[in-house]
């Protein structure tokens, strides 16, 4: 459903494959948690937006006592498998204007990390992109952006410390390789990976990651260990063997991820993520647009 007024929110969750298989919020389980509004569609000048919910975790849950909402959007917002069709783009442009200011986001990928398990849990700390994507960074800002701790230590540290009362094994730490999406990565591609000191390889951490840093948002994000990448463990991986993770940990992801929101106190916010930008001086500006 065509939604023309854009509901005020801080707060925000961007599913990915860690909660694909199940119905989100409904199925987590998850106490305090409420559907106020559902298949919310958005025009952007990028596009339509996949269909968001509009959430509302109640006062006996949250850290600071009240109230809060939050805006979802399924699978990173894509409209297929490819994000050729510009959905982070989509959901940005929505969340800069609801006045979103942190932003949880879940999803899965291969281990380059020979430690890293299928049913793992990794919070990275960095990334590196290795997609050909043109980016649309200056749509959001006329700034500069730096990518000084690219993923909000405050919010990593609450999502380590909600997926560890779901999840056996979680690493706190770990760099992500952003790769092209849809297709998985050659075994001579993951040890190039591994060289570069990669530990989880997958597709949608960019451009989130930077989006949210244009918009002034702090952001943070979890994955699941879904599969070995190529090359690194056994070469006869039954490649449909992901969707059996994504069965098990849909409703756990879910309720880490509304946990992790509930438990923000933004009074107690120690990060850096808003002064991680570089204003350009008028001058300059007008040099460029000359």
């Known amino acids: 459903m065509k939604v023309t007024e854009i509901p005020q929110v801080e707060y ?7 909660t694909w298989a199940g119905e989100f919020p409904e199925a987590t389980g998850f106490k305090g948690v409420s559907v106020i509004q559902d298949d ?3 025009d952007t000048p990028f596009g339509t937006t996949m269909a968001m919910k509009l959430l509302e975790l109640s006062a006996d849950v949250t850290a600071d006592g009240k109230p809060r909402k939050l805006l979802t959007v399924p ?5 297929g498998l490819a994000p050729y069709n510009t959905p982070s783009e989509q959901i940005f442009w929505v969340f800069q204007r609801a006045g979103v200011k942190y932003i949880v986001a879940e999803g899965s990928g291969g281990s380059i990390n020979p430690l890293l398990d ?4 990794i919070v990275p700390h960095d ?13 959001f800002t006329p700034n500069i952006v730096r990518m ?16 560890k009362e779901e999840y056996p094994r979680v690493f706190s730490r770990g760099v992500y390789a952003n790769t092209e999406p849809p297709r998985f990565e050659t075994a001579t591609e993951i040890k190039m990976l591994a060289d570069a000191r990669c530990d989880i390889t997958g597709h949608t951490i960019v451009p989130e990651v930077y989006l949210s840093r244009a918009i002034g948002a702090c952001y943070a994000s979890l994955y699941l260990v879904s599969n070995f990448a190529e090359g690194v463990e ?6 449909d063997s992901i969707f059996d993770h994504y069965r098990d940990s849909a409703d756990k992801i879910g309720r880490v991820t509304l946990g992790a929101i509930a438990a923000i106190n933004p009074a ?11 204003e350009v001086p008028g001058n300059v500006k007008d040099r460029i647009s000359e």
Do not use: Q
């Not at 699978?75 to 409209?79: Q, S």
């Not at 056994?234 to 490649?239: F, K, Q």
């Open 12 to 18: 925000a969750i961007i599913g990915g494959s860690g």
């Open 127 to 139: 990334f590196v992109d290795f997609t050909k994507r043109p980016t649309n960074i200056h749509r």
């Open 40 to 42: 919310m569609e958005f």
């Open 118 to 121: 299928p049913g793992d849990i």
């Open 148 to 163: 000084r701790e690219p993923l909000c230590p405050d919010l990593r540290k609450i999502l380590f410390e909600k997926a």
């Open 75 to 79: 699978f990173h917002g894509f409209h």
């Open 268 to 278: 107690e916010k120690k990060c850096s993520c808003k002064d991680y930008m570089i």
């Open 234 to 239: 056994d070469p006869t991986w039954r490649g």
